[in-house]
Each structure stands twice: as structure tokens, then as C-alpha cells.
């Protein structure tokens, strides 16, 4: 991205000239194709879920019209997340010094990031979000597809059926769990977060902040630590 | 067998009370009875099924065997499952299961079905399925230890027999036991029919060379309302598949008992933490942040 870019963005009236790049344009479409998707897979998989939010099927067409689409949108979801793993895998591989930011978790649950080891580009609370999904999905895939096709199934086989729904509902209900603490952390929890996600650019002070490495590294200031 | 035994008392997918729980007087429960040892396989039940429920005719397949078709189909919900079966002094015995649901007491499908109303038992142990309130999702399939639901693919809805259930709500029988022409199928209260098979299966082992004969009532589903009578109730898996001792999925059992809960508490529980948590800590400040700078975050 050149500086031409960022000096305007179509959305946001605050000049992006002082800002630094952190997510493509092709990484941000995507990412809110697969959150856009995975809202559509959580409303209508919570309406199977429970009798009593079988309401929510109502919001998107009826019960009928939410398990036509479901499998099918959970093909888009997958598509996306296969896009976001060829952006994002190279950065997502724990090292050094996520493990010592590991150690240091509970200061980051107390908002006490002045305590925290400079970390790179993801922290590794992002990373596991991103392997949590990663993984999560490809069983999502898998079992899905088994309830998708439980007619053909063989009766033989139908420890398959058995598999498919406990598969399913386990994976979902992970992916749930980070679901909610990543869209609490993204939107209330960190400001500047949301916002990155949708300009595509963080502040200054933001990136020192919460990835003084990945700041040291695209700003070429104090090279120190690495 | 009147109109009032079709009032609800179980209901899929619903939230909230049974709305025909305990509304009426029970009378009796129904039960269709099948004496294996008296079926001659003419396949009359097969055909007059498809009559009265008006559905078309299925291709039928052979396979070195007298049966109409490998399974029932979703628009073949009665038929009869053939086996040659060579007993342990030699002889042969061509044995004969008229198949279809087994409208247990504890249904397996109802229990894992998601859509309110989709399927339903009334107080006459009728379990039936409501094509108008099904989703399709299958859930019923996997519920069910008979695999006895099945897919249809243009309707994307599940159906199976419904015991007649519009004929017995009118106090006639189901149209399979009134084509039957050997007297092989009974039909009337579980009672009786419990009777009857009992006296039938006595019979057998004190009249014929029959020692094993009994009557398939399986408790792991709490019963149900077909019984059957068998040469051998030792051996049901040698009629067609009959399964030994048929539960609901403990696979369905877990989703719908344990994990549900944990499930719920868990997300539940995930949003109250992070209100907690927002309460508590608030919200992230950049610390370092120059005050022109922090205006830019």
C-alpha cells in the first residue's frame, strides 16, 4: 500500500497519512465475508441447537429455508477460511516470545499491558484463535458433510451418523467460545481494533502498544529487540 | 379408537409445556401385532399401504430373494424383509418380517428432532411425523435404532408410517391389518396384544418345535407399539436385521442430555464473563500514547 492510499479512506474522515498498513484490502473482504458467513452458520446452528431458540430460524426465512442454506453457506465459510490460512498462516506460528507473553496472560486478562514482553505481529492469544478456527473448521467440514448426506450414510456405517453430530455440535460450541471473547475483544475490549479491521490501518502509539516487535519491524525504529 | 386418543402427549422441538399433555382421560394405547411365525409373504400389507396413503409405486430390485426392495423407501414404509436361515440340525427356515416403525414409547426420533411439532406422539402411542413442520435437516435418521425414517429428496421432508393414523383417529384399523389374509397381523389395545402374543408364543414352545419363541417388546425404547412374535426371540437379528436390544443413540442420548447443558451453560457463561470482565477491567488504554497521538487511536 503506498502513501497515496492511506491518506484517504472512503468510510473513515480522519486522514490514514500517519498511520501504519496491518491488513490488505483482500484480508479485510475476507475476513468479513467469513464473519458475515459464520453470523448466518451461528443463528440458524443455534436455532437447530435448542427448541427454545428455534425462533432465530424465523429471522432468516423458517426453519425449511435455514437448513437449505446452512450446509451451503458452511461451504462459503470454508472457502474463506482457506483464504484467511493463506493469508495469515506465516504469521501465525508461535515463538519465543509468544511463550513468554504466555506466561504473562493473566496481566494481559488485567488490562495490565505495561507488564506484557513485546510481541510481533499477532499475539498469542490471536494465534490460537487462529488455529482454534483453522482446526474447527476442518472438523465443521467433515461432520457437516456427514449430517448433510445422513440418508446415503449406510446403515453399517452409522456409527458415522453418531460421529457427525457429537463432532458438530463439540466443534461449534469451541468455535463459539472464541467467537464470543474475539468479537468482545475486537468491537469493546481494545480500541483501535475494530477500526483496523475495517481501514485496514492502526495508529502509531496502537501498534507500539499492543506489537512494539511488528511496530519495531515496520517502522525501522530501534531495531533492539527481536 | 376414537379422535381423543390423537391428542398430543409428546412433541419434537418444543419449547415450553406439551399443549395436549394430560387433557384427557387416558383410554388405551394401540399396538399393531405381527406373528412372524403365521406371515406367508404376500405382500398384501406392502400393496394396500401404498393404497390408502396414495403414494406412487417404487421401483423394486431383485436380489436372489422374495423381498419387494432392499429397504423401505420414503414412500414405501411397510415391507417385508425375507431371510433364508439354516438352523443348527440343517433345516431351513425362510423367515419373514413385515418391517416398518415401531412407534416405541421413548421415539428416538422425536427426541433428536430440532423443529417444534415436526414429529409428535399422542396419548395412543402413535408417533407421527408432520411433513408441514418438517425441516429436513435428518436429525430423525440418526435418532431413530430401527433406521426406519427416510429421505425425500424432492419434498426435502422425512416420512415413515404413521400407523394409520388417520384411519385408527376414525376407529378404523390400519389399512396393512385389513388386507392381511392369513390373520398374521392383529391390531387393537397393547394390552390385548400383549396378550394375544404372549398366549401365541406359549404355543409355539409348548405345541411346536419351538422352545425360543417370544414376543419382541423392547425395553431399551420403552416398549413399543408393534410387537412382534418370533420362532426364535433369542435370535431377532436373523429376522431382517431386527436389532437385539435397540436404545436410542447414546451418541443422541450425549447431544441432547449432557453436552446440551454444557453447552448452554458454557456460552451462557461466556457472556456473563465477559460482561464481568468488561465491569471489572474496562476497557484497553494505549499508556504510552502522546495525547495528539491517542486522539488518532
Known sequence: MNEETLTSHPFVSRSQADRLPRYTLAERINHW????????????????????????????????????????????????????????????????????????????????????????????????????????????????????????????????????????????????????????????????SFSSMVEGTVSKPWARHHHRLWYEQVTGKTGAKQ | MSQATLEIRRISGHAGPVPGARTQRQEYEVCKLVDTTTCIGCKACEVACLEWNGYPFSETSFNNSYQTMPEPAWNYWNLIKFNEYEREDGSLMLLMRKDQCMHCEDPGCLEACPSDGAIVQYTNGIVDFQQDRCIGCGYCITGCPFDIPKFNPASKTVFKCTLCADRVGQGLEPACIKACPTGCLHFGTKVEMKELAETRAQQLREHSDFPNAGVYDPPGVGGTHVLYVLHDATKPEIYGGLPADPHIPWAVKLWKGPLKWLGNVAMVGGLLGIAVHFLRYGRKRIADAQDEERSQV
Open chain 1, 33 to 192: 465475508l467469513s464473519a458475515l458467513t459464520y453470523m448466518y452458520l451461528l443463528v440458524t446452528g443455534l436455532g437447530f441447537w435448542s427448541p427454545y431458540l428455534f425462533w432465530l430460524t424465523a429471522l432468516v426465512g423458517g426453519g425449511p429455508v435455514a437448513r437449505f442454506w446452512h450446509p451451503w453457506v458452511g461451504l462459503f465459510f470454508t472457502v474463506s477460511v482457506v483464504v484467511m490460512y493463506s493469508h495469515w498462516r506465516r504469521d501465525m506460528h508461535t515463538n519465543t516470545a509468544d511463550r513468554a507473553w504466555r506466561q504473562e496472560i493473566g496481566h494481559y486478562i488485567r488490562n495490565e499491558d505495561e507488564h506484557l514482553p513485546a510481541v510481533g505481529k499477532f499475539n498469542f492469544g490471536q494465534k490460537l484463535w487462529f488455529w482454534l478456527m483453522v482446526y474447527g473448521t476442518i472438523l465443521l467440514l467433515l461432520s457437516g458433510i456427514g449430517l448433510w448426506l445422513v440418508d446415503v450414510i449406510p446403515w453399517e456405517l452409522r456409527a458415522l451418523r453418531y460421529a457427525a453430530i457429537l463432532v458438530h455440535v463439540a466443534a461449534a460450541l469451541v468455535t463459539i467460545g472464541g467467537f464470543i471473547i474475539h468479537v468482545y475483544m475486537s468491537t469493546v475490549l481494545e480500541e483501535g
